[in-house]
């Protein structure tokens, strides 16, 4: 294909944006999340790029009555997983100096501290302890943790066996062996997360949303009809019942391709949701307001001409001509 081929409506009506993490930037051995971080800073200046290049701003429930009107300007959308306590504290101030609408989703479980995060949670622990003993199936396994690639490579064992078995007792297996080494999950949930009342101050911020974000960020994929559907719904009336308004988006936890299936994004449409993916792409005029792209603001890529490439939409082409 060729060069104008990739470029001719790459951009489509433009891009939703994923963010985890907007804090100040803190210097670690290991950082098996630091893809999940930006700083305030690089936010600001993606934004700033953003309008440099022409798009506007809307909020994510406004976004399919966009793309079904006539306005042919690129939008921008700004979305952030899990509620963090640094998307109060340092993301919303950037959004408001630029008048810029943004989403958060919450999960009920991080919000209730009744559910923990547990690659946060892993995060803290491989660089605790200078080795561990876990089971991961198949009897219990000596795990050497004196250096960032056998962290990392534990990381990612830890990974692949939460979304290889049931997750929610591939969690709290971890959690189990976090607290036996002196590591309280949940006390982590508290520190990393908003509560009820951070909520409620987000919430009434200009141009601030919370979204549904599940109970216990399980991939909805991998579970029955009856708990996927209650997964969806107790999240909405979650919120409903914190901030006094419904939710009318929803993110999926994972967000790709094994964890969102086309029941689920049925669900979501049943409930009148707008949800989005993690499926990377850009907008186009008749996307499906259950299944929407979003691309990630990446903590290894900051600049803002990383921004401005992604939000083209040619890195999507390339990989599709692949």
């Known amino acids: 294909m060729s060069a ?3 470029m001719r409506g790459a951009r489509g009506r433009g891009a939703i944006f994923t963010l985890h993490h907007v804090r100040p930037f803190v210097a670690a051995m290991f950082s098996p999340n ?15 790029r953003l309008k440099r290049d022409g798009y506007g701003f809307v909020p994510l ?9 006539d306005d042919v300007k690129p939008v921008a ?10 998307n109060l504290d340092h993301a919303a101030p950037v959004f408001a100096h630029h008048g810029v609408p943004f989403t958060v989703f919450a999960t009920e479980g991080f919000v209730t501290r009744t559910r923990s995060l547990w690659w946060e ?28 690639q056998q962290m990392q490579a534990a990381f990612t064992r830890f990974a692949d066996f939460v979304h290889s078995v049931d997750e929610a007792t591939a969690v709290a297996d971890i959690d189990r062996l976090a607290r036996a080494e002196g590591l309280d999950p949940l006390s982590l949930t508290d520190r990393l997360t908003l509560d009820a ?35 969806i719904l107790r999240s909405v009336e979650a919120v409903a019942a914190v901030t006094g308004v419904r939710p009318t988006t929803f993110a999926y936890p994972y967000g790709d391709a094994r964890a969102v299936s086309s029941r689920d994004m049925a669900l979501a449409g049943s409930h009148g949701l707008v949800a989005v993916t993690t499926r990377p ?41 692949r």
């Open 197 to 231: 009342a951070g909520l409620v101050v987000l919430s009434r911020l200009p141009g601030a949303a919370i979204g549904a974000h599940t109970v216990s960020h399980r991939a909805l994929a991998r579970l029955s009809d009856n708990e996927a559907e209650d997964e």
């Open 4 to 6: 104008a081929g990739l």
């Open 61 to 69: 429930a406004d976004l399919p009555a966009h793309l079904a009107g």
């Open 121 to 148: 949670t892993l995060a803290e622990l491989l660089q605790a302890k200078p080795r561990l003993t876990f089971d991961f199936g198949a009897g219990p396994e000596r795990l050497h943790l004196q250096t960032p």
């Open 34 to 48: 630091a893809h999940l971080e930006i700083t305030p800073q690089a936010l600001d200046a993606a934004i700033v």
């Open 281 to 321: 792409g850009t907008l186009a005029g008749d996307a499906d307001p259950t299944a929407l792209p979003r691309i990630s603001l990446n903590g290894h890529f900051q600049r803002p001409g990383h921004v401005s490439a992604l939000a083209s939409g040619i890195p999507f082409r390339l990989m599709k001509g």
């Open 77 to 86: 959308v700004f979305t952030l997983d899990d509620a963090y306590r640094d």
